[in-house]
């Protein structure tokens, strides 16, 4: 165990001559590459961690922002619902109101053709029956039916109990104690008109008159005149009275009877041909 | 007769002057060390994948760095070129031993008696700029006046066990490993030297952290240093992880 002083001084010199040569080739450069690493490295930690932070405070942004759409979405939601509710409740009524003009109108054209089919139905059902009855009274009695219907005019004028009749012969009365300069001035309120389809000779408004004037007494003034729409019959008018006897009755019952069995039938579709009213009843003549 | 120092197989001479194989070994180890340094620094790569000497280096230096902030506190850089020269030089000394025919320096007495004497001229020096010439001499007086002439002498022989501890445990694994070679020449020597390299570095280590810690006495540091070192490595973590 010797000690050399040269090589301890030797030594201690090469020991610091290493020192410096690591210094160089060591612990400088690796010592700057490890902190410039550890430093970039906490660098992106931080980084890191700084752009964790913005994306959590992005994601409850996100998160806000989409809570709030589904709240405006709800909104726009029933919203929506309670537009089309109402556009459809408009469409309703305006359907509605549409069907109901076209029904009325529907109705109002049907109501027109059933007017103008009764009217045309009571035309021809006159003429027709007016022409059986013609036919039929002609072939029976040989007679003719102006001649009867005269007749009856004349009979039931002179044999009904008619108040109002009275009260037109009551008032013809007060012209009797009248001067004739006075009677004659009041001439047309005098005037009693007799109606026919058809044209009467002379001797029948002799007839006629002479029933008229036993009936009302001498005042009354006659007019007669021919009235075709009266269909078969004859008809006395005075003092906003009028008496008659003509088929128009018989039509106009027919014409009733026709309205109620078009009536039933709407009523019951299918079974309006059953509806007819029964025969017979509502002809008599009314006076 | 064994040789037991090569300090004594002198290869050149001129008066005082002389090359012997304790220089001549040193300067191997020197140049093996500095070329791997060079190898491993030349080219150092910021990021993933490293050479491999770059990962060697890096690890060996960052358990040096770690330990040095473990004794002597966060002025790593200011104690890591004496620290790690010290490691790098007796480590790789007693690591070469596997080549034939070499002598390791640390078996000189004169190599780890100037590496002591580095120490023992380090400690003075780091503590005198750490706490100033006359904080360094207060540490000598301290708890007592009394304790001067013992933590003198202790300075001495402290220095003196540095290097006579490396100097007898390398010396005495080369007579080992030489007495058994010449009895059992297969096989146990192989596991002597095996052994001899974990010894060489158990050494190695053993002379750094003591000369880490009577740095850190000298200076002061050694008394505060492990609650502030915990501190100032919980800060650096903290930081770390954000």
């Known amino acids: ?230 269909i078969c019959g004859i008809e006395l008018k005075t003092q906003g009275y009028k008496a008659a006897w003509s088929l128009q009755n018989y039509l106009e019952t027919l014409e009733e009877n026709l309205s109620l069995a078009f009536m039933s039938r709407e009523a019951e579709p299918g079974q309006g041909t059953e509806a007819e009213p029964a025969p017979g009843k509502e002809t008599e003549p009314r006076a | 007769m064994i040789d037991i120092s090569p300090d004594t197989t002198v290869l050149w001479s001129w008066g005082p002057v002389h090359l012997n194989l304790t220089i001549v070994f040193t300067w191997l180890v020197m140049m093996v060390i500095v070329l791997s340094a060079w190898m491993a620094t030349r080219n150092l790569k910021f990021h993933p994948p490293l050479s491999r000497w770059q990962n060697i280096f890096e690890a060996v230096v960052t358990v040096i760095r770690n330990h040095i902030r473990d004794i002597l506190g966060p002025h790593i850089n200011r104690f890591l070129p004496f620290i790690g020269t010290l490691f790098f030089f007796i480590s790789f000394s007693n690591l070469l031993i596997v080549l034939p025919e070499y002598r390791a320096p640390t078996g000189s007495l004169s190599t780890t008696l100037a590496l002591s004497i580095c120490v023992f001229i380090a400690v003075p020096a780091y503590s005198i700029s750490e706490v100033g010439f006359r904080g360094y001499l207060k540490h000598f007086i301290e708890p007592s006046f009394l304790m001067l002439p013992m933590l003198l002498i ?60 009577y740095i850190a006495s000298a200076s002061g540091m050694g008394e505060i240093r492990p609650g502030r070192d915990r501190a100032i490595r919980s800060d650096n973590l903290s930081s770390k992880g954000g």
């Open chain 2, 154 to 213: 202790t300075e001495v022989t402290r220095t003196m066990t540095l290097a006579v501890r490396l100097f007898g445990n390398i010396m005495s694994e080369s007579m080992i490993a030489a007495a058994i070679l010449s009895v059992v020449p297969f096989l146990l020597p192989v596991a002597t030297e095996a052994f001899g390299l974990l010894i060489g570095q158990i050494q190695a280590y053993i002379f750094v952290v003591l000369a880490s810690v």
């Open chain 1, 1 to 230: 165990m010797t000690i050399d002083f040269f090589t301890i001084i030797a030594q201690i010199f090469n020991f610091v001559v290493l020192i410096m040569l690591l210094r160089h080739f060591l612990y400088g450069p690796i010592v700057r590459t490890m902190d410039a690493r550890e430093h970039h490295i906490t660098t992106e930690l931080d980084e890191a961690e700084l752009k964790n932070a913005e994306a959590r405070q992005e994601a409850a942004e996100l998160k806000r922002e989409r809570q709030e759409l589904e709240d405006r979405r709800g909104e726009f939601l029933s919203q929506a619902q309670a537009d089309a509710e109402k556009w459809r409740n408009d469409l309703l009524v305006q359907a509605r109101d549409e069907v109901e003009e076209r029904r009325a109108g529907w109705q109002d054209a049907i109501e027109r053709e059933k007017t103008g089919f009764l009217a045309n139905l009571k035309q021809r059902a006159g003429e027709q029956i007016y022409e059986i009855a013609q036919r039929v009274l002609g072939d029976l009695a040989n007679l003719d039916l102006e001649r009867h219907i005269i007749d009856s005019f004349i009979y039931r004028l002179e044999t009904m109990d008619d108040s109002g009749l009275d009260t037109v012969a009551a008032r013809l009365a007060r012209w009797q104690k009248m001067k004739p300069e006075e009677i004659e001035a009041t001439v047309l309120e005098r005037e009693a008109v007799i109606s026919t389809a058809f044209e009467i000779d002379a001797e029948t408004k002799g007839r006629i008159a002479a029933a008229v004037t036993k009936r009302l007494g001498q005042n009354v003034g006659l007019r007669f005149e021919e009235t075709p729409e009266l």
